[in-house]
Nanobody, 123 residues
Framework: QVQLVESGGGLVQAGGSLRLSCAAS????????MGWFRRAPGKEREFVGA???????YYADSVKGRFTISRDNAENTVFLQMNSLKPEDTAVYYC?????????????????WGQGTQVTVSS
């Protein structure tokens, strides 16, 4: 009965910004680390970043310095602020809930997944 619903995707020009949201229900949100993944057409799903219950964060090298993960435990929501977007950031972005409160980076460590939201960055 866990549900994760992403929103905020869209079309932006290179260099622009976008903020994604993920609303969670059916779980004790503060007991789970959260993560963001993305999948570009014809490519494997890849890790983007993660955040622990107490706001420790970790990012893939490809987005470090440009993307910021945050969470609001009172609102059961995790965010992905994306700045300085590049065409290679174009993908479907997914949020996921880990099985424990700490940082996780492997897809197998996440037990629940959202449906994804499309991000398209034009050159």
């Amino acid at each position: 009965q866990v549900q994760l619903v992403e929103s905020g995707g869209g079309l932006v020009q290179a260099g622009g910004s976008l903020r994604l949201s993920c609303a969670a229900s059916g779980l004790i949100f503060s007991r789970h680390g959260m993560g963001w993944f993305r999948r570009a057409p014809g490519k494997e799903r890849e890790f983007v970043g993660a955040i622990s219950w107490n706001d420790n964060t970790y990012y893939a090298d490809s987005v470090k310095g440009r993307f910021t993960i945050s969470r609001d435990n009172a609102e059961n929501t995790v965010f992905l602020q994306m700045n300085s977007l590049k065409p290679e950031d174009t993908a479907v972005y997914y949020c996921a809930a880990a099985r424990n409160p700490l940082i996780a980076t492997m897809a197998a460590d996440f037990g629940s997944w959202g449906q994804g939201t499309q991000v398209t960055v034009s050159s």
